[in-house]
């Protein structure tokens, strides 16, 4: 396999260990049973370095970062308008499918009864389902998009940049 210079993966300088975009332990590489010797007899370099325990001072203004967002104007903005949304939306679906569980239990004739050819009530209001479920997801990600996501997307890069973006 050729890498975008031309060079073969297993040539020296092929793969480097250090690579940002190298993922050393989804390869199996690092791992203690001598795979990283093996990479380094290949020219692949030193094993990947193992990820320094957060100090107690970090970790500790980390939750102080992240209690300050949660307290945030912002972040409260956010999480009102989700369960602004949420919150009816599961309600009048919840109430809809018992609905026609229960219609199908206690109404038996009347969900029976025919509407046109081979299809009844019940077969119209379980294919309702599937459409109020997929109508439902739709307006769930309209909603996300238009008022929540922008919001959110800022909260979380400001985040990053208080924390330093390292959230360990």
Not at 72 to 81: G, K, N
Not at 134 to 156: G, K, S
């Amino acid at each position: 396999m050729d890498k975008q210079d031309g060079r073969s993966a297993f040539e020296s300088g092929g793969v480097r260990l250090d690579d940002p975009w190298y993922d050393a332990l989804a390869s199996g590489w690092g791992e203690l049973d001598g795979t990283a010797e093996a990479a380094a007899e290949w020219g692949g370099g030193q094993p990947p370095r193992a990820v320094p325990a957060p100090e107690g001072e970090r970790s500790s203004s980390h939750d102080e970062i992240y209690l300050a967002v949660q307290r945030s104007a912002a972040f409260q903005e956010v999480r009102r308008r989700y369960r602004r949304f949420v919150l009816p939306g599961t309600a009048v679906f919840l109430a809809w499918y018992l609905a026609y569980v229960i219609a199908a239990t206690a109404a038996p004739g009347l969900m029976s009864h025919r509407v046109a050819g081979a299809l009844n009530v019940a077969m119209l209001a379980g294919l309702g389902q599937f459409a109020t479920t997929f109508l439902l997801t739709w307006a769930y990600a309209r909603h996300a998009r238009l008022r929540r996501d922008r919001a959110a997307l800022d909260i979380r890069w400001e985040t990053q940049e208080l924390t330093g973006g390292n959230v360990r």
